[in-house]
Each structure stands twice: as structure tokens, then as C-alpha cells.
């Protein structure tokens, strides 16, 4: 039974976009505000760097949990309202957490809010690759992944007025308040966001016992992403994923320090933070809009194989300090050119879909991303231990994420190609 006579209105299609947009942009913002406000915080809650380092494991360790939990729950209750959980979720978490009391409390509510992020992406982009007309599936996720750009500048902005207006003691709070914004976003996604046809119609032949044997003796879709052909496309996945999180974590934690080290001050830091968001948005629009034409295994190959190039730059420039202008330091130039090179995850929430059936997808789509975005979180563990033992050099540290890099690579070319490809509510279990 193919999607033609499930389509969508403009209006419900623009309504997903926004809702998915904004969810997005506000899940990046919850992680990376409490990067800007972690010493303020450290400061009024007598919180030590190793206490700090931990509240932010448990938070991405709670987004693991989450992306599966919320991932199962969107083939199980459907993407709306697996949505509308986790943006709750979140929002709670965020807000409690501007009333933590010390290390422990904050620790916990931190986790609950890293549980609802979890789960936002995997819910708000299967739904938006669901509505999304199929040549365009490529362009529509890297509008959405652009919106981590936004949440990334508005995280920096967010802080520097909350802790310049109101103080290190208060400012903190207030900053982390601001996480609890998805709440207004719920009420835009109850109301006007519709919930994925396609889903809709497998719920109801489900239900009404009119599924194929095969599809009616299917038991938990954590089980099922693990048999068959899903199995080799869910560890391929691991490894796409992983691989660029690795990278882009071994790169993106350290740099900021490095180029204080180099001698900018923080303001110029600020302002290289700002500027990498704005050009990271502008490449996933640009990349995107021709990701469709080139399929999904070029749109992750290239951009990997540009940040490869852009890890030598860094590597070849470790040793010029700030000139006085960011313009003309070779550091900046070529962490721009690393920084193009990320477009590669606009890709992911198109490929992972268009892998999967629809009773698979939500959990498929969901526990892919946020295990890899699990694994790739050891970036700040393992690259301060390589540094150790090549010198000391945080940035021969850095380079491990290279290694990462290649094996995104080499397992996107053995995915196979989908771009295109039609959405149907009885499909194989994989695609071949």
C-alpha cells in the first residue's frame, strides 16, 4: 500500500518543519548552555572540574537512554506523541535543574533533562522524513540539523547576558530557566502538528488484524533492528555515527581551550564560536540543497574526507599563536575548513529512515543516533590520554578523531543507496 493517498497539506508539511526546526535547535541549546555556565556553576554549588566533567557524562548517558526509550515509544504510540513526551521531559529537567542545591541534585535532574533530549531528535525527524516529499528528504534534514547552529549561538549569547545581568551566583539559574522554552513548543505540536499518516495507517491495519503473517508475528522493534539485513544496516549505523561523533568531539571540546592557549582571550573565542555556527548553517543549506542529487553516500563521504583535510590544517598550524586578528591565523582558517566537513550529519535522519520500515523506523533511527552520539562521547576521555603519550600536545590528542573520521567513511560505503526511495506502510523489513 504505497503513501500516495496519505499525502500532506502545505500547511501540516510547514507546521512539521517548524516544530521539528525549533525542537532541534532547543536540543542542542539545553546540552551545550550548561558547557558556557559550567564554572559559574562550579563556583556557586562548590562543584570540582571532575564533578563537572561527570554531570556532563551523565547527561549524554541519559541521552542514550533516552534516544531508545523515546525511539521504541514512537513505534509504539506514534512520533507525535513520543514528541510531545520528551519535549515535556526536558523541559521539566531543564527547568529543576536552575534550582539545583549542590552536586547531587543537580546531577540527577541534569540526567532527567539529558533523558528528554535524547529522544527529541529521533521523534522529530522520523515524523519530519515521514511528511517530507522524497526527493527532498536530504535538503529538509540538513535544514533541520542547521538548527543546531542556531541553539549553539544562542547558548553562547544566552550566558554571557544571563551571568553579565545577573551575576555568577544568579545568572546560572536564570540561563538554565530558559531551557524550559519546549514548553510553549508543546502546546504548537498538540495543536497544529499532525501526527505521521503513514504510521497511522500501519497502527490501524495492526489493530484491525490485517497485516501480512511476517508483520503481525513482530515482536519488539528493539529485537527486530537486530535481525536479519537491519542487523548489518543498525552496526554499519553505529559505526557511521559513532565515527563522526568521535571527530567531531575530539575537535570541538578541545578547541576553544587550545586557542586560549594560542593566546586569544575569551571574547575572541566567543566570537569564533558564533562565526563557526553561522558558516556550519550556511554549509548545511548550501550542501544540503544538492545532497539529494548526490545520494547519501557521497553527502556523508565527501564532507568527512573535507574535515580530514581540515584536521591536517590544524595539525600543521599547532604551533602559530593568535596574530591579533582572526582572519589571518592559519588555526582559525583551517578549523573553518574541519568545520564544512560536519555537514555530514544532515544525512543521517534521511538515511537511517529510508533504511527501516515504518514499524522499525522510530526505534531504528533513534538508538542508531544516540548510541553513536554515546560512543563518540569517549572523544574527551581518549584524546587528553593520546596527548599524554605523543608529547603532550593537546592537539597530537586531537588528531585521534581523524581515525574516527575514516571509519565513517569506510562504513557509509558499504550502506547501500536510498535516496528517493518511496515510503510505503507494508515494506520489507530492511531495505535491500
Not at 26 to 33: A, R
Amino acid at each position: 500500500m504505497a503513501i500516495n493517498h496519505l499525502e500532506y497539506t502545505a500547511t501540516e508539511k510547514r507546521s512539521v518543519l517548524f516544530s521539528t526546526v525549533l525542537g532541534f535547535g532547543l536540543d542542542f541549546y539545553n546540552i551545550l548552555i550548561l558547557a558556557f555556565l559550567m564554572g559559574a556553576i562550579q563556583k556557586s554549588l562548590g562543584i570540582t572540574l571532575t564533578e563537572a566533567g561527570i554531570i556532563t557524562t551523565v547527561t549524554l548517558i541519559g541521552s542514550v537512554a533516552g534516544g531508545i526509550i523515546f525511539g521504541w515509544l514512537g513505534d509504539r504510540i506514534g512520533r507525535k506523541m513520543s514528541l510531545l513526551l520528551t519535549l515535556l521531559l526536558f523541559s521539566i529537567g531543564a527547568i529543576a535543574s536552575a534550582f539545583a542545591w549542590d552536586f547531587n541534585s543537580l546531577l540527577v535532574l541534569r540526567a532527567i533533562t539529558g533523558i528528554g533530549l535524547g529522544g527529541e531528535w529521533g521523534a522529530g525527524i522520523v515524523l519530519f522524513n515521514e511528511v517530507w516529499d522524497k526527493n527532498r528528504r536530504g535538503f529538509g534534514s540538513c535544514v533541520v540539523q542547521a538548527a543546531s547552529s542556531g541553539g549553539i549561538a544562542a547558548a553562547a549569547v544566552v550566558s554571557v547576558w544571563a551571568l553579565s545581568t545577573f551575576g555568577p551566583d544568579w545568572g546560572w539559574r536564570v540561563a538554565l530557566l530558559t531551557g524550559g522554552s519546549p514548553l510553549l513548543l508543546m502546546v504548537y505540536v498538540r495543536f497544529w502538528m499532525p501526527e505521521s499518516k503513514i504510521w497511522s495507517e500501519y497502527e490501524r491495519m495492526r489493530t484491525a488484524g490485517e497485516l501480512p503473517q511476517e508483520k503481525a508475528k513482530s515482536t519488539n522493534p528493539l529485537i527486530e533492528i537486530f535481525k536479519g539485513a537491519s542487523l548489518v544496516y543498525t552496526i554499519l549505523g553505529f559505526a557511521v555515527v559513532s565515527g563522526y561523533m568521535f571527530a567531531f568531539y575530539s575537535v570541538s571540546v578541545f578547541i576553544p581551550g587550545y586557542m586560549i592557549k594560542q593566546g586569544a582571550s575569551p571574547a575572541i573565542v566567543r566570537d569564533v564560536t558564533l562565526i563557526f555556527a553561522g558558516v556550519l548553517a550556511a554549509a548545511f543549506l548550501i550542501f544540503g540543497w544538492y545532497s539529494d542529487r548526490l545520494g547519501r553516500k557521497l553527502s556523508i563521504v565527501l564532507p568527512m574526507l573535507l574535515s580530514l583535510v581540515g584536521f591536517y590544517g590544524i595539525y600543521i598550524s599547532k604551533d602559530v599563536t593568535f596574530p591579533g586578528s582572526l582572519w589571518v591565523w592559519p588555526l582559525f582558517g583551517w578549523y573553518l575548513v574541519w568545520g564544512l566537513g560536519q555537514v555530514t550529519a544532515g544525512m543521517f535522519g534521511a538515511w537511517f529512515s529510508e533504511l527501516y520500515p515504518v514499524e522499525l523506523r522510530s526505534t531504528a533511527v533513534s538508538t542508531i543516533y544516540m548510541i553513536g552520539r554515546g560512543i563518540g562521547s569517549f572523544a574527551p576521555y581518549v584524546v587528553p590520554m593520546v596527548a599524554v603519550q605523543t608529547g603532550g600536545n593537546l592537539l597530537n590528542g586531537m588528531m585521534i578523531g581523524g581515525i574516527a573520521a575514516l571509519v565513517c567513511v569506510l562504513a557509509a560505503l558499504l550502506l547501500p543507496e536510498t535516496a528517493g526511495r518511496n515510503f510505503a506502510v507494508i515494506e520489507a523489513k530492511a531495505r535491500q
